[in-house]
């Protein structure tokens, strides 16, 4: 019973993990109604980013790190102006093919810069594991869920009780009617991609800590893809129930049924979920239903 609770809790704060990253699908998706296919790769390219400053320029932790924040933020903003601000107003089909391609350009650029060696990653969080009793926590994985828990709450406050985050989401709906508005969709945009590539590093700084740092990394926005799907990609708090959800159920299946039929089970439940919710509730568990008048 007592590994059967740690499992649990190790699922849940795996979940709380890839919740963080899907945030970065969300807070992009609010903002413009594209869902960003590179996300992974932002996740790699911040990772990098905290290397560098902090393995290569040797600066300390309490300097590396907001400056990798900041660093991110202005490669979230010129991934913006660069391919996308001159497709506002263009189809959803275009700007999401723009991501796509993007993925395979950041991607590109990463191993033709970096190159595809493993390289050691700075260890931003306590290694010694949190003992309660007979169970094992990892710290980086509890700190992180407790980072998760608190950029849900800011995020979804930003979105629903401030001016900017109430007229970025006014240009989800419509660029053009919310330009008619006098709202800078531009600005918009871009304030979704930086707030996106600053979650996007946060979640490679839990996820990394102390391991290894390699381009492959990028898989977990895959790996987080059931879950913004999952909870609704307008839907910031649900991230949080369904990265747990998809989290515990990832971990109970790659530790007691994977040993059992002797496959990779594991790594295709949360993908089940998802396509279990949306055949259900196609816009997701907390998803906005669209009201179209015929």
């Known amino acids: ?15 709380l993990l890839y919740s963080l990253v899907a945030m970065g699908f969300v807070v992009i998706y609010r903002a413009s109604k594209v869902f960003n296919f590179a996300q992974g790769e932002l996740v790699i390219i911040g990772g990098f980013i905290v290397w560098f400053t902090t393995m290569q320029a040797g600066l300390s932790l309490w300097l590396s790190i907001p400056l990798s924040l900041v660093l991110a933020g202005l490669v979230g903003y010129a991934i913006e102006r660069i391919f996308l601000t001159k497709l506002i107003g263009e189809s959803v089909f275009s700007m999401v093919m723009v991501t796509v391609g993007l993925l395979i350009l950041l991607r590109g650029l990463v191993l033709l810069v970096f190159g595809p060696a493993v390289r050691p990653f700075p260890i ?28 849900a709450v800011g995020l979804s406050w930003f979105f629903n009780r401030t001016r900017s985050g109430l007229r970025m989401t006014a240009v989800a709906e419509d660029h053009v009617v919310a330009s008619s508005m006098g709202i800078s969709v531009k600005g918009s945009i871009a304030v979704a991609w930086v707030l996106g590539a600053i979650l996007s590093t946060v979640g490679a700084m839990i996820f990394l ?45 790659t530790n007691y049924l994977d040993p059992l039929i002797g496959g990779s089970l594991g790594s295709v439940v949360p993908y089940i979920i998802m396509l279990a919710i949306l055949l259900i509730r196609p816009t997701g568990l907390f998803g906005w239903r669209t009201i179209e008048r015929v």
């Open 1 to 15: 019973m007592v590994y059967f609770i740690n499992d649990i809790i190790t699922g849940a704060l795996i979940g």
């Open 124 to 151: 931003i969080f306590p290694l010694k594991p949190l003992f309660l009793g007979d169970m094992l926590i990892p710290m980086n994985l509890l700190i992180g869920g407790i980072i998760t828990i608190v950029a």
């Open 209 to 253: 800590s102390g391991k290894s740092l390699t381009f492959l990394a990028s898989d977990i926005g895959f790996a987080a893809l059931p879950v913004a799907l999952f909870a609704g990609l307008e839907s910031i708090g649900g991230l949080i129930l369904a990265g747990i959800i998809i989290g515990i159920a990832q971990s109970l299946t």
